[in-house]
Nanobody, 123 residues
Framework: QVQLVESGGGLVQAGGSLRLSCAASGRTFSSYAVGWFRQAPGEEREFVAAISSGGGRTYYADSVKGRFTISRDNAKNTVALQMNSLKPEDTAVYYC????????????????WGQGTQVTVSS
């Protein structure tokens, strides 16, 4: 069982930066792949970034590649999403999610979810 809590969302101007954090409970967190997803009003939840259990492999949606960076610290049970050069279209609720071992990018294949944190980018 893994419990996830996101933090770090807020309001930022276009071009600015935010750093989201996902704090996990559970002694086996290091065996879980973690993904970040986002959902804007009226839209489906979409993949943003993912990281393997050991942190050696990362994956990004084309829309955020080069602007966002995912990282993890298994000693602290945390996963971060550094978001730079933010755009108004990045506005959404951001969720972290975890699943055992294998990294995927499909939301329905993740077992555990946080409650989400709102990111709003003004133009």
């Amino acid at each position: 069982q893994v419990q996830l809590v996101e933090s770090g969302g807020g309001l930022v101007q276009a071009g600015g930066s935010l750093r989201l954090s996902c704090a996990a409970s559970g002694r086996t967190f290091s065996s879980y792949a973690v993904g970040w997803f986002r959902q804007a009003p009226g839209e489906e939840r979409e993949f943003v970034a993912a990281i393997s259990s050991g942190g050696g492999r990362t994956y990004y949606a084309d829309s955020v590649k080069g602007r966002f960076t995912i990282s993890r610290d298994n000693a602290k049970n945390t996963v971060a999403l550094q978001m730079n050069s933010l755009k108004p279209e990045d506005t959404a609720v951001y969720y972290c999610a975890a699943r055992p071992l294998v990294v995927v990018t499909t939301p329905s294949r993740f077992d555990y979810w946080g409650q989400g944190t709102q990111v709003t980018v003004s133009s």
